[in-house]
């Protein structure tokens, strides 16, 4: 028994010198210094995710109003194009026909009225003489301007800037009246598409500011309430809402969550650093009675660079700011100046 008692204190003197390598601050140690803040009571916005689409606020579905085989189609899908260049070209014969023809027609009447005009004032012929060939006149100009209208649909131009996102033909194949060629949409103006509950809907007015989120890797962006349907789906209860979206920071089709603020409750809030994790387990230090507190926590929002708390504390109890891992409950604290 007598050498068993100089072992055990070998055994408990070297614990004790492996614990101090370690630095681990025990219950027995002087106070350590740690930076502290106090649980606070606010009011902040209650907010409702819904889902959205990213689409273009301009979108053109482009067909052709004569029937005509394509002479020439230049664009690819994913290409951009200026507002006024030529997208599609037809081949119109028969319209280029007719335009020439109009065109005669109105230089004979132009000669018939001419020549008519003279008679009248010498006398020779009557007056509706000249009056008919004056309407003849106007009739052929009026023939010229719709051949020459229908010619210039032969032409199919980019009624905007944008980019070719579907393409339906080919140069050579037919195109009819109503038949879609391509599709152009805008990159410059985009917005998010979804719809909300009526009641949040009320709310809402046009010009408003609403949070975008685009991605879980990407930070929100900030929308603004372009357009408001002024009725409710009948089956869904819900409003649909249009959200421009600032340029560059989306594309089309893109998945986005529109977020709405619906009201204001209490929440209590503590900076992010008094929060560590362990696992699944959220965890604070609270400061109670001069020493340190484990408590298991359960977050909810976040405020820039603060966290709602819905349950394991109180307003004004202390927390302690970014813990060492080697803090361990029941070690004395002391408040940093």
């Known amino acids: 028994m007598r050498h068993l008692i100089p072992l055990f204190a070998a055994i408990l003197l070297a614990t004790g010198c492996r614990r101090a390598e370690t630095g681990l601050v025990t219950p027995d140690s002087v106070p350590v210094v740690l930076r502290t803040a106090v649980v606070t009571s606010e009011s902040l916005p209650t907010a409702i995710d819904m889902p959205a689409t990213v689409r273009p606020a301009e979108r053109a579905v482009i067909s052709a109003k004569l029937t005509g085989a394509i002479a020439s189609l230049p664009w690819g899908l994913g290409q951009e194009v200026r507002a006024g260049e030529i997208l599609v070209a037809l081949a119109t014969p028969e319209t280029e026909a007719r335009v020439r023809q109009t065109q005669a027609q109105l230089a004979e009447a132009e000669r018939t009225t001419e020549r008519e005009r003279t008679l009248v004032a010498k006398g020779v012929n009557a007056p509706d003489t000249l009056r008919n060939a004056e309407d003849r006149l106007r009739f052929a100009q009026a023939g010229l301007a719709e051949a020459e209208a229908m010619l210039a ?145 359960k977050t909810g929002r976040e405020d820039h660079d603060r966290i709602e708390i819905l349950s394991g504390l109180q307003p004004g109890e202390t927390v302690i700011l970014s813990p060492p891992a080697s803090l361990r409950e029941g070690v004395l604290v002391s408040t940093a100046p």
């Open 153 to 297: 649909h032969a032409t199919i131009r980019a009624p905007f800037a944008g980019v070719i996102t579907e393409k339906h033909v080919l140069p050579g194949d037919l195109a009819t009246p109503g038949l879609p060629l391509l599709v152009l949409e805008s990159t410059t103006r985009l917005r998010a598409e979804g719809t909300v509950p009526e009641q949040a809907a009320a709310a809402l007015q046009l010009g408003r500011k609403i949070t975008v989120e685009l991605s879980d890797t990407s930070p929100a962006v900030e929308g603004t309430l372009e357009e408001l349907s002024a009725a409710a789906d009948a089956v869904s209860r819900s409003v649909l809402v249009k959200v421009a979206l600032p340029p560059g920071t989306a594309r089309s089709g893109q998945f986005a969550r529109l977020r709405v603020v619906i009201g204001r409750t209490d929440a209590l809030l503590v900076p992010a650093g008094a929060i560590t994790r362990f696992g699944q387990m959220e965890r604070i230090f609270v400061v109670r009675e001069g020493r340190a507190q484990l408590r298991l926590v």
